[in-house]
């Protein structure tokens, strides 16, 4: 028997097996002798993916931070809304940014907030006139002014904060102990990860 491999005849040997492992064969026919022309074209190994169970686990932790997101969202905006509707998330994160750390400038909330300073500027001045916030010359540089809490916007802040933390409260108190202690862990080291500070009771 006579087989055409890219255009050259050969006999194979009496008892010869070609090797076709892991080589996948194609040919194209030859017109003027009617013999298909065979090619042989490497397989390439593959792909390395990552495990069915790791996709798995990460898209499930990614659904339930979902669902607990909406859970604290609707919180937030419940203990918002009974206390003073007029104020913002935005303008909410300032007032707890000013509550927990020292010295916080405009420029730290444009920062913090990724947004351009003329923003900061615009969203500070709006809680100055709302008499959450005032200004103060900075010891260490009079160029700079610092932004601190007014009695009306700790206040305000307290209120929400505590509002926020009955009705998680009451959420927490349905599980067990074990399990309080597992989601705190889980809980604390999300927020490290995340990058927020440990500010005790009032962060937001």
Excluded: Y
């Excluded at 070609?18 to 040919?27: E, F, I, L, R, S």
């Excluded at 065979?38 to 390395?48: F, I, Q, Y």
């Excluded at 900075?138 to 932004?147: A, E, N, Q, V």
Aim: proline share 5%; glycine share 6%.
């Amino acid at each position: 028997m006579m087989t055409t491999i890219a255009g050259v005849h050969a006999t194979p040997t009496a008892g010869f097996i070609p090797d076709t492992a892991g080589v996948k064969q194609t040919g194209v026919m030859d017109q003027r002798t009617g013999e298909k022309n065979l090619t042989k074209t490497p397989r390439l190994p593959a792909t390395a993916s990552r495990p069915t169970e790791d996709v798995d686990l990460e898209s499930a932790t990614l659904d339930a931070l979902m669902r607990a997101s909406r859970v604290v969202t609707a919180i937030v905006a419940r203990s918002m809304a009974r206390n003073d509707n007029r104020i913002t998330m935005p303008q909410l994160r300032v007032l707890v940014m000013v509550a927990s750390g020292p010295d916080v400038t405009t420029t730290a909330v444009a920062s913090e907030l990724r947004i351009h300073l003329s923003s900061a500027s615009r969203l500070c001045d709006r809680l100055v006139a709302a008499g959450w916030l005032t200004r103060r010359e900075s010891p260490t540089d009079r160029r700079s002014s610092l932004l601190v809490l007014t009695r009306r916007g700790r206040s305000l802040l307290s209120a929400i904060m505590a509002e926020r933390r009955r009705a998680f409260a009451q959420i927490v108190a349905d599980l067990p102990a074990t399990q309080q202690r597992t989601l705190t862990r889980s809980l604390e080291r999300f927020a490290d990860a995340a990058g927020e500070p440990r500010t005790g009771s009032l962060s937001g």
